[in-house]
């Protein structure tokens, strides 16, 4: 199939994103890596332990296989976020970094001010940056204007598995972005995954709801199909609801056929 | 901007007590059903009412925290520095009247024990000691905290209460949580059970994780001593103080221990004993009205008893832990804080924890954040 998502100079045959938190043990997490079909996995940096050869994270990721997207959470301002990413590019993760500026540790929600900062220094130094933001359009401007590859809009407050409770912004911010849009947070079940697909999103991320499901390898199953059905769906051209079929024209009527 | 101790006042204990005994069933039921649940909720949760609603509130809890933590354990070891304390706490093994030996780690005597833990696995550590700040200075600190920088992402301390400014030079040096546990929320046995020392200010120490926020810690740890007075109470005023401290100190991380009292050397007796039932009671309230709270499970407790608590809200648990300062590395004959109940090593306890379906996770912060 030659409908691919293209992040900067890289391109992918899934549209699926995954990350790697809250997983049971790491073996469930290959498992579901494999089976959601993804090319894109995100790593927190504050997890990763090089000289520990019995919680290496990394380990359990095939490079090969897999673009390794280390993020930089737990970073609480721009400070922070960018010398976190400088040292997992010297630590020999790449130089993508999926930046996440979230000073509340309870709620994780991005900081706008200190994400749009770290984005402009990163990429200044060469990073391909993919910032985590809240879903606000004028922000996701100023950080496609900063040169970040993607934008990353939350569909809901992390891990809370609420679907797309900030649509009327994501839809603004699809309409009008000018570099792929990945929905990144809150999706709880395919069907959230495909109506952002549905909708016209570029790609989703997703983690809790795998990670945390009774079988997380069903369950990437269950997004992959839900992502490349919504896909499929928006490029076959999804009539809106409320928007296309009209029964009849109440206001028009009056002049006949 | 009232600190906790002026904020806590206009809940006087004797009334808390009242409502948590009068609560009903269908305040508990009101309480369940609440996504954000309030502190007259809490204290329905807390009830004695609610007991016949345990296994419901432990599968919320266990819901929760799968959702906000995902299947993960973090662990962590303490470590400590000296025993020498001008307290007399009359439930604690450091007691200043109790004749035991006693003992200070020099700085290359705690880098020693320290990179012990490191060879164990450990990247988390916790510093203890004693109040004793002529001993436990500054420039001491300053001193066994460079030492253990390079092998520890992440350092915590539980010492004595300090001023802002000395918070803030912890912090600089790369301390990213304070633990300090009020022991009791009721201002008059405080002051019954800490009879002298710097500690009988139970102001100040009430104060403490105010000025912890202040200075920028990340984490801040509380804790009410179970057995001291009455678990609903002191379960209450825990809530109150995490509720106080997210509102206040926005950018740090509640995180709640359940130091249950043991034996220790004195022989005090805990004259409120908790049950087990009722640990899980409270593990599981503090669980529904703080989804996002670190909750700690150390050794004192039984190792039956830790590996069942691991689905119930648990998402940090120490392991291997020796409360004798040096004795991880040699028999120090130092007396031991108190008794540990759970001595398995920190690879069998790890081992429990994947054979629980959770993931033992050993880092999960990183010394760039402060540096």
């Not at chain 1, 809370?160 to 912004?169: A, E, I, N």
């Not at chain 2, 705690?110 to 060879?119: N, P």
């Not at chain 2, 009292?261 to 087990?276: E, N, R």
Request: aromatic residues 8%.
């Amino acid at each position: 199939m030659n409908d691919q998502l293209t992040i900067a100079d890289r391109s992918f045959s899934s549209r699926l994103l995954l990350g790697t938190g809250k997983f049971s043990s790491s073996g469930l997490m290959s498992k579901a890596l494999s089976a959601s079909g993804t090319g894109v996995v995100t790593v927190a940096l504050r997890r990763v332990d090089v000289d520990n050869p019995t919680d290496n994270l990394l380990q359990a990721i095939d490079t090969d296989r897999y673009l390794l997207l280390p993020n930089t959470s737990g970073a609480t301002n721009a400070s922070e976020a960018v010398r976190l990413a400088r040292l997992g590019r010297a630590a020999g993760c790449g130089n993508w970094v999926k930046l996440e500026v979230h000073p509340d540790p309870n709620h994780l929600l991005p900081d706008p001010i200190e994400t749009l900062k770290a984005a402009e220094i990163l990429v200044k130094e060469g990073f391909i940056v993919l910032p985590y933001i809240m879903a606000d359009p004028v922000l996701a401007k100023r950080l496609e204007e900063a040169g970040t590859a993607t934008v990353m809009p939350l569909g809901s407050p992390i891990g809370s598995k609420q679907g797309l409770r900030t649509r009327d912004l994501l839809e603004i911010i699809i309409e009008t972005a000018g570099c792929p849009v990945i929905v990144d947070a809150g999706l709880g079940a395919p069907s959230h995954a495909a109506d952002a697909m549905e909708m016209g999103a570029d790609g989703v991320l997703v983690n809790t709801a795998i990670a945390v499901a009774h079988d997380p390898e069903a369950m990437a199953i269950a997004f992959k199909k839900g992502v490349e059905a919504g896909r499929e769906a928006f490029l076959a051209g999804i009539a809106q609801p409320g928007k296309n079929a009209e029964a009849s024209s109440p206001l028009t009527g009056f002049l006949g056929a | 901007m009232p600190s906790f101790y002026d904020y806590s006042k206009q809940f006087a204990w004797d009334g808390i007590e009242k409502q948590i005994r009068q609560a009903r069933q269908a305040d508990v039921e009101k309480a369940l059903s609440a996504d954000h649940p309030t502190m007259a909720d809490f204290a329905a949760l807390v009830s004695p009412a609610a007991e016949p609603f345990l296994e419901q509130m432990a599968q919320r809890a266990h819901g929760l925290t799968e959702q906000r933590f995902g299947r993960v354990i973090s662990l962590f070891a303490p470590l400590y520095l000296s025993n020498v304390c001008t307290n007399r706490c009359v439930y604690c093994g450091f007691n200043a009247g109790n004749i035991v030996d006693r003992l200070t780690l020099s700085p290359e005597e705690a880098a020693q024990e320290a990179h012990y833990l490191y060879q164990e696995g450990f990247r988390h550590i916790l510093l203890v000691a004693g109040e004793a700040p002529k001993i436990v200075t500054p420039s001491y600190l300053a001193d066994v905290i460079k030492r253990l920088r390079p092998e520890f992402s992440s350092i915590s301390i539980e010492l004595f209460p300090m001023e802002t400014l000395a918070y803030k030079a912890l912090v600089d040096a790369g301390v990213d949580g304070l633990v300090i546990f009020q022991e009791t929320y009721n201002e008059k046995l405080y002051a019954k059970v800490h009879p002298a020392g710097y500690k009988s200010n139970f102001k100040w120490r009430l104060e403490t994780p105010d000025r912890g926020g202040a200075a920028g810690m990340r984490r801040i740890g509380l804790g009410a001593l179970l057995g001291l007075s009455d678990w609903r109470v002191e379960g209450f005023f825990l809530a109150l103080h995490a509720q106080y401290l997210l509102r206040h100190y926005w950018r740090s991380q509640v995180t709640i221990s359940f130091p249950r009292l043991q034996p220790a050397t004195g022989g005090f007796h805990a004259p409120y004993p908790v049950s087990d039932a009722h640990m899980v009671q409270l593990l599981a309230a503090l669980r529904m009205f703080l989804p996002d709270a670190g909750m700690i499970l150390s050794t004192r407790e039984k190792p039956e008893f830790r590996d069942a608590l691991i689905p119930l809200g648990i998402t940090i648990m120490s392991a291997g832990s020796k409360t004798d300062p040096g004795g991880y590395t040699r028999e120090s004959g130092a007396e031991a804080q108190f008794e540990i109940a759970d001595h398995r090593s920190p690879e069998v306890v790890a081992d429990i924890i994947r054979q629980k379906g959770f993931e033992a996770v050993w880092k999960d912060w990183d010394a760039a954040f402060l540096q």
